[in-house]
């Protein structure tokens, strides 16, 4: 083309070029200047009163530090979170200063946005901040959707795996899940802006959501069937939501293995369990010792725990001594002179004193000669619990030869929780039972309580003294020890249905239905196998006594307790 035909084209050209753009931005242009909405949601709500312009202002500003903490959240990251969050409360609070006249009622989701705003900048993880972004989002939706001017340029999203609010704002048209974050970073569809009325109380009525009870994860805003199973979906009220009442029907009931039991009034069983071991009673051991020397003629006793009856020869001692001693009360006794009588008494009493019997000294008497190999006699019956002699050995005076156990009566030693000890008294009544003797069980009391603990367990030691005829119960055996102690009427529930949340207790209480709601309780004293209930629950509520932890990590009550987390609802 030569240079004199581009001249004349060339005006064309760029009046080609100015037509093309005005036919594009006629639009926003006009948009700009007389406030028509240019949004870029999926279906727009109808408009309410405007903002105030230095209102919008304000509002916009606010919408850009919202961005920028999605993008946060997005990444899972609280870096420069809290300044940006500061900035996006300044806004909204300058904003709802701004807003005045028809717009008023604007000024109270202002005021929830900065509220939201505020809690979100002391947010301590990602998590928890999540709770007022979700208020934060749902102040600005609502406000976007009565003034259409704050929707242009951003897109509307909503996650399905939210409850409550779960709707957010960003400004690319590829979403970003901030209540997710990068675990499901990609999870949500588009959505609309919908109008809402100003933040108040919700009704016990209102409806947040419908889901089917077979499947809670499904949920959305109108009824309709379950796109897994055909069933007809079911409403949540808000109050339900914010309360943490789940649905479960009775098909996944009997799944799960629910039971149900009601808090009922009822005299409390608050026995003690303890585990003891049966021990040799300690006042009843006796020891067999020497006071002279000789050797071990004959041992009739040789082995540890061997049964001997009292009277019964032990061994036969010879000893130089106890020979001289009789000679001295035989020859005594030949005499009859009334000096020798102070004589035969000395001599005879020496021998007792050294360990014969009346009828051992008689016998020497009769033969008229002294016995060589002595024998020594068991002083009790029982059970040899210690033999340190052999045949022929030389013993000395004072040395214990053996220890002999009575096994009639046995003691057993039970170790109680150091909180528990104050409710232990001596006299009360005991019962005992033993593994190895199942459907048996001894009655006895609490003989004593030690007066110190046990410094590694921090128990304390209780004495229970029990007859033991037949020998059943053998030293070093282990016993179940129950300490009878009954209570008054109070109101009680099993001890299954508590559920551990940190400092508090939760039980899921049935509303009938299938409806079932968590229930902070205070608790009291604990029983046999329940719990007194001081605080929260009335006699008759029935309470959830199994499957109640499966329970619980499917619902989401983050609004009931901090200690169950995945849940976005508004409050």
Known sequence: MSP????????WLGLLAIAVLVVVAWRPLVGWFTGAPSHTGTAPAQPGAPLPTPALEYA???FESYEALRALLAQDSLEGLSPRAGELKSALQQAAEATHGDAAPLAAWLQQGAEAASQLATAKDAEAARIPFARLSEALIALAAADPRLQEGWHVFECPMVDGVNQWLQRE???????????????????EWRAASAPASHGEGEVAH????????????????????????????RAELESGIILVDDVRRQRIGVTTAPAKAAPMDLSLRALGR????EKSLVDVTLKLDGYIHELRVNATGEPVKKGAVLFTLYSPELYAAQQEYLLARQSQSAANASLVGAARKRLELWGLSSAQIERVAQRGQPVENMPFLAPASGFVLEKNVVEGAAVKAGERLFRIAPLEKVWVEADVYEQDLARVKPGQPVEVTLPYLPGKTYAGRVGYVYPSLQGATRTGRIRIELPNPELELKPDMYADVRFVMQGGSRLQIPDSAVIYTGPRRLVFVDMGEGRLRPQEVKLGLKGESTYEVLEGLSPGDVVVTSGNFLIAAESRIRSATDAFGGSHAAH
Do not use: W
């Open 4 to 11: 004199p035909t581009r001249r004349r084209i060339g005006p």
């Open 60 to 62: 916009r500003a606010a």
């Open 173 to 191: 048209p590829k979403l970003e899940n901030p209540y997710m974050g990068r675990r499901m970073l990609a999870c949500g569809t588009s959505s």
């Open 210 to 237: 419908y889901t089917c009870p077979m499947h809670p994860s499904v949920k959305q805003h109108g009824p309709g069937a379950c796109p897994i199973c055909g069933m007809d979906l079911t409403p949540v009220t």
């Open 278 to 281: 049966v021990t040799f009673d």
